[in-house]
């Protein structure tokens, strides 16, 4: 069992970074950054996988949007920049114990451990 633990976020100007954390219990495999936006459905951001480092971004936070890793901490961090009003969502720290294939990477359905989430505004 993964316990998930988000800190971060809050109100961001339009272009400007905003940086997030997330703290799990134990070592996961897999783990991943997912959002929902207001009266949207969750939506995939990144995902990481330990066991052969790969990563994957949606297309809209290509460029932007960094996830990096303190493994001797087991925290997780999604750096975000040139934040834009469409970006504004809770976001959620998600992580599964295995490794998982490729192509699950970016369905939610594949975490079995979240986050409570984290709200980040983007507004002027």
């Known amino acids: 069992h993964v316990q998930l633990a988000e800190s971060g976020g809050g109100s961001v100007q339009p272009g400007g970074p905003s940086t997030l954390s997330c703290a799990l219990s134990?070592?996961?495999?897999?783990m991943a950054w997912l959002r929902q936006p207001p009266g949207m459905e969750r939506e995939f951001v990144v995902a990481?996988?330990?066991?052969?480092?790969?990563?994957i971004y949606a297309d809209y936070v290509k460029g932007r949007f960094t996830i990096s890793k303190d493994r001797t901490k087991n925290t997780l961090f999604l750096q975000m920049n040139s934040l834009k009003p469409e970006d504004s969502a809770v976001y959620y720290c998600a992580a599964a114990q295995d490794r998982k294939i490729l192509s699950a990477l970016r369905d939610s359905n594949t975490y079995d451990f979240w986050g409570q989430g984290t709200q980040v505004t983007v507004s002027s």
């Open positions: 134990v070592l996961a495999l897999t």
């Open positions: 990481f996988r330990w066991s052969d480092l790969t990563t």
